[in-house]
């Protein structure tokens, strides 16, 4: 009996080229890696502060919750999709698909969104410490969140830093897609 724990990667006729180890290993570590900043997330739901130091009011239950809930499955959803650049799904619509089921998708109506979200992703997760417990975001000026102890701040920091990642790897892996289905066939 053979255990199998890790998925072996598609077989190459999945793609119509093959694509690049670095590239198959990013998409499918993609949501391994958002999976720690949406679970961080989820206690918050239910008003537990995970340690910050805030003095906003939590919103109510019926808020929270679904937000939270939403924002973290919606997170992973769409980190997911990203393996689509690495599989024939991302090269031929899916038959269940209305209207352009079992067509072959044109490489630019894959890989525009996903560098432009990868962009957007980008400035969304980065910002710039300016000292005095501040940082610059795409927002403005921030005060950063305050920790009743240390750690409590590096199990945030272990969480949540990887989200940065996000948009650069989302970008990468656009520009590879792209440049792999529109490369010269040699022969």
Known sequence: MKLEIFHTPPP?????????RWAMRLAYALPLLLLPSCLWRLPFALHFEMG????????????????????SVLSEAISILTIGLVRGWGEVAPTWIPIIGGRRIRPMAAAAPAVLGGL?????????????????????IVDTVGYTNDAWQALATVCIAP???????????GI???RRRNRAVVG
């Open 12 to 20: 190459v006729s999945d793609t119509e080229r093959p694509v690049p």
């Open 52 to 71: 910050q130091i805030h003095d906003l009011d939590m919103p109510p239950y019926w808020v929270s919750i679904p937000y939270v809930l939403g924002l």
């Open 120 to 140: 957007i992703l980008t400035l969304l997760f980065t910002d710039v410490p300016i000292g005095d417990g501040r940082r610059l975001t795409l927002y403005g």
């Open 163 to 173: 989200i940065a990642a996000w948009g650069p790897i989302t970008i990468a892996l």
């Open 176 to 178: 590879a897609y792209y």
